[in-house]
């Protein structure tokens, strides 16, 4: 079946330090892929996606390149701030249906 | 603004009750969802709607029901039937098309505690 396995967290980081979670998928087809943020009592934001393999997806200085033959989409930030605090969630949408797949998601935590 | 509003933010239910869920969105998009997210795994998807008058069962779907009269809003019952009801409920919603990059927009959830 479809699933997504995200890295478990949390992921405890000093400000400026360099950020990478790992989110591998299993699919079949083509499926789109996603990440998306949740902030502490909110709902999820989409923080970047990328639809075919090789694609890369880019917000707010994090990136994530579609690699297909590992399928993997890890999320990377080059120095990461203390506002980058919170839930990270790797999800996929498979070819043909609307329904987004989930990761269990990854707890990012950030000291000055 | 556009976007999806869920009401109330925090909501308390004694057991054996029916609850219902508020999720209204602005954005025109036709396709709706309910989620439900409990610590440490993820979000599990209870209900979805493609079209007006029209809904199918997610994964998680026993204990609850939902209603797509108009298109903008996609209430969620929890019914006294849904055994652990506490969690944390997502409404969202994305554009028509089965296919090609349509994103889900999720609105601010609401935390549902069972007394």
């Known amino acids: 079946g479809n699933s997504v396995t995200q890295m478990e967290g949390p992921v405890t980081l000093s400000e400026e330090a360099f950020l990478t979670i790992n989110c591998t998928y299993t699919?079949?087809?083509?499926?789109?892929l996603f990440w998306y943020v949740q902030y502490p009592g909110e709902g999820l934001q989409l923080l970047l996606k990328a639809t075919k393999a090789d694609d890369k997806g880019s917000n707010k200085g994090f990136e994530a390149t579609y690699r297909k033959e590992t399928t993997s989409f890890h999320l990377e930030k080059g120095s990461v701030q203390v506002s980058d605090s919170a839930v990270y969630f790797c999800?996929?949408?498979?070819?043909?249906?609307?329904?987004?797949?989930f990761g269990t998601g990854t707890r990012l935590l950030v000291s000055p | 603004d556009g976007g999806i509003t869920q009401s109330p933010k925090y909501l308390f239910r004694k057991e054996g009750q029916n609850v219902t869920l508020s999720c209204e969105q602005n954005?025109?998009?036709?396709?709706m969802y309910w989620y439900r997210q409990d610590p440490g795994q993820g979000l599990r998807l209870i209900y979805y709607?493609?079209?007006?008058?029209?809904?199918q069962k997610g994964d998680i779907a026993e204990g609850y029901s939902v209603s797509r009269e108009k298109k903008e809003s996609f209430p969620l019952t929890v019914t006294s039937a849904q055994k652990n009801p506490t969690a944390f409920y997502l409404c969202?919603?994305?554009?028509?098309?089965?296919?090609?990059?349509?994103?889900?927009?999720f609105g601010p959830g609401t935390r549902l505690t069972v007394l």
């Open positions: 954005l025109n998009h036709d396709a």
């Open positions: 699919a079949t087809g083509y499926p789109s």
């Open positions: 709607s493609q079209i007006v008058n029209d809904f």
């Open positions: 969202a919603s994305t554009a028509a098309g089965t296919g090609g990059t349509d994103t889900q927009y």
């Open positions: 999800a996929l949408r498979y070819t043909g249906f609307q329904k987004l797949v």
